[in-house]
């Protein structure tokens, strides 16, 4: 067993774990953190996707040991004093989930998208979703969504 | 003024906070209180004997609870999975379905088979334990094609279906086609591979089985669309039990697409498995063992031919199909390419005579099941393939072919002469929308101007039908299947106001917690934010059949509006008594009930109000404010539209950019266009998906599955994928009470062969799915050595 200790969601934790935990293991076991999702096994659907220091990482491709020391925000950390943070809003808005399970990782993937590379042209958000994968919507209003919140966020 | 809340607006989804914020309940994020961990051990082989099994290494592992074999559950008498629709071949003899074992007995048939559960404290403890196992398999030869599975000499999977034949089934009159084909002026032909899918929803299958023994009573927790069939196959077919005493829960799933409508070995296991550990057993499928054991999709080899006279009529057409059913008899499997698939080759047109024959066949590959569309897509693409292929050698434009055909608007209802009566339609007003959005005088400049860059551009179309709401219970039960396809709801008032509607259906993406809120907010006149939807839980939802081929509204919305339509007619009774007036003098409208020709008036709140407190009320009528409805359609819903896809394929690289899709549906009334946009989105991607991108590939000799990981197999990716122009025209379902048709499968059933034909519109070369980028730039080779020798 080994001591992990990491700031999730700005808050101080620490767990015993196996070695060989990974990262959503740790969230999702040990911390019943359940928002971020397990899709695949190969590191290709980006279900997992969390930020660890601003930003976006796999979390099923991350032993948990290697986050020691740093600060991870998961979907449940994105939204501020009851406020949804503005990429939130824009998925329902834009109907850019259907059946969920997809769209924590998407978000959190979208919004370090938009924070590193303003001025997003369409094509840009969708080579930029590369990493993550959605079955229901076809993409199309996920896209619209995340280049709507691009105009919002930050202001 | 509000946003308007009722049936016809975009409201946005009532669900979507809880997924938003991390906060949606699907079934792995349940965990019981002393859960325990099921791996299952899976056969390596594709075809083997199991001579012996060792465990004796593995049950010292660490952690370990139990381990079971298929000697285990068969000496607990736990039957096997079954095929829910028998379908009856030629010779008058029912489909044969050999049996299916939870576990394997003696031999194994495809890779991914279950050999034995490991049951621990942990899921690590349960695998490294599966690890330890020592099986003894003979390896036996293997056959994956469905074509060379029919040929003497393959190797044979089950004693019960010699030659590897399920049934040989034929629809249609053959006579009459024969005839048509001896006389037209023009025959068209075409071999057609629809290839095998995986259908990949995002959330893998999670089961967890619990044991309760102060109650007696088993609780699966499952990722499935259907809880309550679940539950009925379960209980009536293999443990042998009453169902009052097992719950099924189907939270949170995360998308089906037909692949969580079965019964699957590991949840009847996990249900099994916790009362020999008492302790919950919970498994967690990995998206290898996705591809390995979810029911696959499609999987047609069909030869088809369409017979036209001099002018473009069609006269007739037949297709010969050998159709994949993998290594067992999935729960509805022997229903897709027959019945879900034939009596669809009418497409939109008048053809008077068509034959289909149908030979579904074992192989040593993961059984095939219904996927989006299930049945129908396949015969869309048949049908528009063919058609498309016709105008081309019959150098007629392929919408003037296709508008020469359609079944005219005033001939509804109309007869096929596949036994279905379309009930509604309006082909013509579609594609000419369709036209329109496309540009489609256009084309001809757009096409030049990729070919100056070195591109070839193509414009394809399908003009689709399908035969959804799934489905009258005296049909289907004719034709095979051993369940009705009713549906259920339950609309309980509480006193205050607030309504709880129980509905059988299943949202596993669908947003029906927002639709049918609607629905009940337009018929009650109350809020919508006063209305819950409860599904997916047996214990607190009527029976009901869940949702699949497109038919929670249509089937379980009627549902609904039945249940609504008994609390008007007994709210009247009460505002009679309230109002001193005759019942049959009370207007009702949106949530007031008013004495007809005077301002006197009561609300449905008063109403409900009174009938939980009863203090003025009428003698004879019982107090309380709740109803059930239940709802069998009268016939199918016949959703219908055309696709228009426009691709510029590059020949030095074989790349296909889909450059535009527009999407006229027409799905009768729409509760709300947002959500059902975003449902033609899904299933057109879905249908790119399968045209470009998707395909199970198995090892022909070894039976390997070499597309067993998101790595191997292509799902669509967003830059895969095009932005979506889509409209609807609205022809009502003249037969259920909201007019509405089912949107789900359509994008699916539409999309591969609009693509297909606008790519072999480009190439002028025929070419199968999926086009690949090194399939398409051999065509393109092909046609420079064409042309250059023209």
């Known amino acids: 067993m080994a001591t992990v200790s990491i700031t999730v969601n700005g808050n101080k934790v620490s767990r015993d774990v196996e070695p060989r935990t990974l990262l959503v293991q740790y969230l999702r076991e040990h911390l019943g953190l359940t928002g971020t999702h397990v899709g695949c096994d190969t590191s290709q659907c980006g279900a997992c996707v969390v930020h660890i220091d601003g930003a976006s990482v796999k979390s099923c491709t991350t032993l948990a040991m290697q986050c020691e020391g740093a600060s991870v925000t998961t979907i449940e950390g994105l939204a501020k004093d009851g406020k949804l943070h503005p990429m939130q809003e824009a998925f329902r808005e834009h109907h850019a989930l259907q059946c969920g399970f997809c769209t924590p990782g998407m978000i959190m993937s979208a919004v370090d998208l938009v924070e590193k590379n303003p001025g997003l042209t369409e094509d840009d958000i969708r080579h930029g979703l590369e990493g993550n994968l959605c079955r229901c919507t076809g993409y199309h209003n996920i896209v619209k969504a995340i280049a709507a919140a691009s105009k919002t966020m930050g202001r | ?790």
């Not at chain 2, 540009?439 to 030049?448: C, E, L, P």
């Open chain 2, 1 to 790: 003024m509000n946003a308007p809340t009722g049936i016809g607006a975009s409201v946005r989804r009532k669900e979507d906070y809880r997924f938003i914020t991390g906060q949606g309940t699907y079934t792995d994020d349940i965990n019981r209180p002393g859960q325990a961990y099921a791996y299952f051990l899976r056969s390596p082989h594709a075809h083997a004997k199991i001579k012996s099994i060792d465990i004796s290494a593995a049950k010292s592992s660490p952690g370990v609870l139990g381990i079971f074999t298929g000697a285990d559950l068969a000496a607990d008498k736990v039957g096997g999975l079954i095929c829910g629709w028998t379908v009856t071949g030629k010779d008058g003899t029912p489909h044969k379905a050999p049996p299916h074992p939870v576990i394997a007995l003696d031999t194994v048939r495809c890779v991914g088979d279950q050999v034995a559960l490991v049951v621990a404290e942990t899921r690590e403890q349960a695998r490294d334990a599966a690890e330890k196992i020592n099986v003894d398999y003979q390896a036996l030869p293997a056959v994956v094609d469905p074509a060379a599975t029919l040929k003497s000499g393959a190797p044979q999977l089950h004693a019960e279906a010699p030659g590897n034949l399920c049934y040989d089934w034929d629809f249609g009159d053959k006579a009459a086609t024969e005839a048509a084909f001896s006389k037209a002026a023009h025959t068209v032909k075409l071999d057609l591979v629809n290839n095998r899918l995986s259908p990949n929803a995002m959330e893998p299958r999670v089961a967890i089985g619990e044991y309760d023994r102060a109650t007696d009573t088993l609780t699966c927790y499952s990722t499935s669309q259907n809880p309550h069939v679940l539950r009925l196959i379960m209980c009536a077919f293999i443990f042998g039990m009453p169902e009052h005493k097992m719950r099924v829960v189907a939270p949170d799933v995360g998308g089906g697409f037909g692949s969580k409508i079965f019964c699957y070995a590991e949840e009847v296991a996990c249900v099994w498995a916790t009362r020999k550990v008492g302790r919950p057993v919970k498994w967690t499928s990995d998206r290898t063992e996705a591809f390995l054991t979810d029911a696959h999709g499609r999987d047609h080899v069909t030869h088809a031919e369409l017979a036209l006279d001099k002018d473009g009529k069609f006269l007739a057409l037949k297709c010969s199909t050998i159709a994949n059913m993998g290594a067992y008899l999935s729960t509805f499997a022997s229903s897709v390419p027959s019945y879900l698939y034939a009596l669809l080759l009418a497409g939109q047109y008048t053809t008077p005579a068509i034959y289909a024959e149908v030979k579904a066949v074992f192989t040593n590959t993961t059984p095939v099941d219904a996927y989006r569309g299930a049945g129908r897509p396949e015969a869309t693409y048949v049908v528009e393939r063919l058609v498309e292929l016709a105008a081309r050698q019959l150098k007629m434009d392929p919408v003037e072919i296709r508008k020469k055909n359609f079944i005219p608007p005033n001939a509804f209802p109309y007869q096929t002469p596949v036994a279905v009566a379309y009930d509604s339609g309006q082909y013509a007003l579609s594609m000419d929308e369709a036209l329109k959005l496309v540009d489609y005088k256009g084309f001809a400049a757009r096409r030049a101007a990729s070919e100056a860059k070195g591109k070839l551009r193509g414009i394809g179309f399908a003009a689709y039908i399908e035969a959804c709401g799934i489905a009258p219970s005296s049909v289907v039960g004719s034709l095979g299947a051993g369940v009705g396809l009713w549906e259920s709801a339950s609309i309980r008032f509480n006193p205050t106001g607030s309504v709880s509607v129980f509905t059988g259906s299943h949202s596993h993406g669908q947003g029906h917690e927002t639709t049918f809120a609607q629905v009940v907010s337009d018929k009650m006149g109350v809020p919508i934010d006063q209305v819950e939807i409860v599904h997916g839980d047996t214990q607190r939802v009527p029976m009901g059949m869940g949702t699949y081929g497109s038919r929670s509204l249509a089937v379980g919305g009627s549902a609904i509006v039945r249940a609504c339509d008994k609390l008007i007619a007994k709210g009247k009774k009460i505002a009679a008594h309230l109002l001193e007036a005759a019942v049959e003098d009370i207007e009702y409208d949106k949530g007031t009930f008013k004495v007809a020709g005077t301002d006197k008036s009561v609300n449905m709140q008063q109403v409900c109000f009174t009938a939980y407190v009863p203090h003025k009320y009428p003698a004879d009528l019982e107090p309380g404010f709740e109803e059930n409805g239940f709802y069998d359609p009268s016939n199918f819903t016949y959703p219908a539209g055309t696709h228009i896809a426009e691709v510029e394929v590059d020949p030095g690289t074989g790349h296909v950019t889909v450059a535009k899709w527009v999407a006229v549906d027409d799905f009768g009334k729409v509760v709300n266009p947002m959500i059902v946009e975003g449902q033609v989105h899904g299933g057109v991607a879905q249908g790119v998906g399968q045209a470009l991108l998707e395909q199970v590939i198995y090892d022909k000799q070894s039976g390997q599955l070499l597309t067993g990981s998101m790595m191997d197999y292509c799902l669509p990716r967003a830059e895969d994928l095009p932005s979506y122009t889509v409209a609807t025209t609205e022809t009502p379902c003249p037969h259920n009470p909201l007019g509405v048709k089912g949107c789900g499968e359509a994008g699916a059933i539409a999309a591969p062969a609009a693509l297909m034909n606008a790519i072999t519109d480009a190439l002028g070369v025929e070419i199968d799915m999926p086009a690949t980028p090194e399939k398409v730039w051999r065509a393109a080779q092909t046609r420079v050595t064409r042309q250059a020798a023209e």
